[in-house]
């Protein structure tokens, strides 16, 4: 029996609220500013921390959580999150009204996604 697989991502430090503008970005990608990453991830899935992807060794069933915390600079901003395997169109699409005056708002992202061996996992923000 194989064991699980599982991946866990946290950031520690955040990056500046401007990185994430009116384009879509990888969420975990270590290039943006500032930003500190801490893992725990099994063998099977890879993290690759400056392109922000997540690569599975072995298909399966997988549950994608992305629990995020973000903020505005100014006005009120609608943050859209995106789930794409290799690069296909989005698997999943959830958005979270964030509020003015640098009020950080939490928002849970899941799906649960069929992969297929050698999949890669984009997790976008915009």
């Not at 990056?15 to 994430?20: E, I, K, L, P, S």
């Not at 801490?38 to 997988?62: L, M, Q, V």
Request: include cysteine.
């Amino acid at each position: 029996m194989r064991a699980p697989s599982y991946g866990y991502v946290s950031c520690t430090t955040a990056t500046a609220n401007t990185v994430f503008d009116t384009s879509a970005k990888h969420v975990f990608d270590s290039d943006h500013a500032s930003v500190v990453f801490s893992d725990n991830i099994s063998d099977d899935i890879t993290w690759d921390k400056s392109a922000g992807t997540f690569t599975f060794r072995d298909e399966g069933i997988y549950h994608i959580v992305a629990n995020l915390i973000t903020e505005s600079n100014t006005a009120i901003n609608t943050h859209t999150v995106t789930f794409n395997l290799n690069s296909d169109s989005a698997i999943y699409t959830g958005a979270a009204l964030c509020p003015a005056a640098f009020d950080p708002v939490g928002h849970t992202h899941q799906r649960i996604i069929s992969i297929s061996a050698g999949d890669v996992l984009h997790i976008k923000a915009v």
